[in-house]
Structures are given as structure tokens and as C-alpha cells.
């Protein structure tokens, strides 16, 4: 654990040893800013749970933006480097390996996350808003960052490419997401499958109305295990080659 800690610290300070973990973190903050004001300050009237629920459900697919887009060159860069071959014969494991670099890129999601609070505490303030609701939300927010990391660090343990990886990451995503469409149209029981493995439609709307389930808890962290066990075979791989 303490080597995997040691990679995460590494790569955190990586991110923002450039101009890149900053941009990517100040880009989705003034995205989510912007899509915030456009449906909520612009009528006071409607302060209430019913824009809380909408601000979460706008800033999950900015969640998940940022845990694609922060993890995606965490193995694919060592890759292209050279460096991953220094990774794989070190004497550590690959499942510390995967670990810390997921839980460097979930660590600025967190942070990014984090810094949102400002705008639904403004409908808190000037609203009608439960705390259970403010908080039911944010567990959902970083659920979807965990998953989104560990997709990200998956597809970049596969290629070489950052950007390859980040479309790879991005198309998982799609997929995943649009999976509650091709439900309605699939025969039983293929309908009930798909329709579990939907990344928002099944899962994340109850948070956004102050929901928790423990389904969905159970989805999102069974997707983030399942990738980051991807990514720890490819690199093991590696060893082989």
C-alpha cells in the first residue's frame, strides 16, 4: 500500500508540475459554473431541490469528463516512454502499480468535485434544500469519478496513445450510458441485463433526487474494480512480452 501511495503522490504532483491538471480542473469548474447560471440564477424563483437535481445530473457528465480526461496518460505516457518497463520489473506488484495511478487521477476528480460545492450551496442558502440531498448527490458525483478513473486507467494500460486511450475511455462511456436505450428494445431477459448495466439512467438518478441505493453503490464500485482488474492483467501482460 505504502508503494502504491507513493505512485499516486508521484503522478498527483505530475498533474499539476504543468499547466495541464490546472487547465482541466479551471475548464470543467467554468463549465459547470456556466450550465449552473444558465438554469438556476437565471430565475431565483426556482431555488429548490428541483434545480439541486438538475445541477447533479449536468455536473455527473462533467465527473465523468474529468475522470476520463485525468486518467487517460496515467499508463499509456509510461508506455510510450519507455518508463513502464522500470514499472513492471520494480519489486512491486501490479495491483499497486494500478492503484496508484487510479487513485492519483480519483484524487484531483475528488478536488475538482470538491470545488463545485460553491454552486449548489448557493440554492442551499437562498432555497429549500435538505443537506441529505446535498450530500446524497456528491456521494453519487464521486462514484461516477471513481469509475470514470478506473475506465480511463484501463483504456491507457492498452495503448501507448494518451489520446487513443481517452477516445477508447470516452466510446466505454457511450456505450455504458446509452445501454438503457437498447434495453427498451432488447427481449428478456438481455432487457434486464442491459438495463443494469446503464451508467446513469439506472443508477445515478436517484442520487441526484437525494436517493441512495445500495445497488447503484455496489455498481459503480463492482465497475471501478472490474476496470482497475483489467488494467492490472494488461500490465501484467506486459511481463510477458
Known amino acids: 500500500m505504502n508503494a502504491a501511495l507513493l505512485i499516486a503522490r508521484r503522478e498527483i504532483a505530475a498533474q499539476f508540475q504543468s499547466v495541464i491538471g490546472y487547465v482541466i480542473v ?6 459547470d459554473g456556466l450550465l449552473f447560471h444558465s438554469f438556476a440564477m437565471s430565475d431565483s424563483k426556482d431555488l429548490s431541490s428541483k434545480v439541486l437535481a438538475k445541477f447533479f445530473y449536468m455536473s455527473s457528465g462533467i465527473t465523468g469528463a474529468a475522470g476520463i480526461l485525468l486518467s487517460m496518460r496515467l499508463l ?3 508506455s510510450r516512454e519507455k518508463t513502464i518497463v522500470l514499472l513492471a520489473t520494480a519489486p512491486i506488484s501490479d ?4 492503484f496508484g495511478k487510479w487513485l492519483s487521477a480519483f484524487a484531483v476528480v475528488t478536488v475538482f468535485v470538491a470545488l ?5 450551496l448557493l440554492i442551499v442558502v437562498h432555497g429549500s434544500v435538505h443537506p441529505g440531498h446535498l450530500a446524497s448527490g456528491y ?22 496513445h494518451q489520446l487513443v486511450a481517452g477516445v477508447l475511455g470516452s466510446v466505454l462511456l457511450l456505450v455504458m450510458v446509452t445501454t438503457w436505450w437498447t434495453a427498451k428494445v432488447a427481449a428478456p431477459p ?8 446503464s451508467f446513469y439512467d439506472k443508477h445515478f438518478l436517484p442520487f441526484t433526487t437525494g436517493e441512495v441505493h445500495t445497488r447503484a453503490v455496489v455498481y459503480y464500485l463492482s465497475l471501478t ?14 511481463r510477458w512480452r
Do not use: H
Open 95 to 98: 495491483w499497486q502499480i494500478v
Open 190 to 197: 438481455l432487457d434486464d441485463v442491459l438495463a443494469y448495466m
Open 225 to 238: 474494480f472490474l476496470c482497475l482488474l483489467g488494467a492490472r492483467l494488461a500490465l501484467g501482460a506486459r
Open 116 to 120: 463545485s460545492i460553491y454552486l449548489p
Open 139 to 160: 456521494l453519487g458525483l464521486l462514484l461516477i469519478g471513481a469509475a470514470t478513473s478506473a475506465m480511463g486507467t484501463f483504456c491507457s494500460s492498452i495503448t501507448s
Open 26 to 31: 479551471a475548464a470543467l469548474l467554468l463549465l
Open 76 to 78: 499509456a505516457e509510461e
